[in-house]
């Protein structure tokens, strides 16, 4: 068994997520979200983007849609895009996508979410980052609607803390927050 380069893996938790009131429910698979994390995990040496949903609907979307860029007229019109979709994967549950990396890796990953409110058992971005250089292997779990589910937030070994800037105003889009986390997580920092 070979381990992988940098042990990440990704996932887009589409089920079980809450809307604005507080519900789980199910929410549907953008477009964009697959192109822009895709690209992102490429740029930054992700292992595997994930999307869970249970929806067989969205999850033909999810098929169509990789077809079309992996091996259809979008491959050829453009293979930079085509190299970054390869890493997508779509699984029905969390645990799925826990258990397909556990048999690659040979052990179970670091569960890691995200949140854009501070949550208890947090690490801080340089510990996770001091533990990638490590080798650990680890599970990034990013939500949409409006966050994931309680069910999923307990699952986590930790939680990365939220980004945000100087102001009031903390409601990035998730292709936003994967790009700034996985930059600080696995991205080049300059040596002074």
Do not use: C
């Not at 019109?77 to 690659?104: F, G, H, Q």
């Amino acid at each position: 068994m070979s381990l992988s380069k940098t042990g990440v893996d990704i996932v887009l938790v589409h089920y079980p997520v809450i809307n604005k009131i507080g519900e789980t429910i199910g929410s549907a698979v953008t477009n964009l979200d697959l192109h822009d994390i895709a690209r992102a995990a490429k740029t930054f040496g992700v292992d595997n983007y994930y999307i869970v949903t249970p929806y067989t609907d969205q999850q033909g979307l999810v098929a169509e849609i990789l077809e079309h860029w992996n091996s259809g007229h979008g491959s050829v019109y453009n293979p930079a895009r085509k190299e970054a979709l390869e890493l997508v994967k779509v699984a029905d549950s969390l645990e799925t996508v826990i258990t397909r990396i556990t048999d690659r890796q040979g052990k179970k990953p670091l569960l890691l979410t995200t949140s854009a409110q501070r949550q208890n058992k947090s690490l801080s971005y340089q510990e996770v980052r001091g533990r990638i250089k490590e080798g650990e292997a680890m599970l990034l779990l990013f939500g949409t609607a409006h966050g994931m589910a309680p069910q999923v937030m307990d699952m986590a070994d930790y939680t990365l803390p939220p980004v945000g800037g100087n102001t009031g105003y903390n409601h990035l889009s998730v292709r936003s927050a994967v790009s700034i986390i996985l930059d600080r997580l696995l991205g080049n920092r300059e040596e002074n």
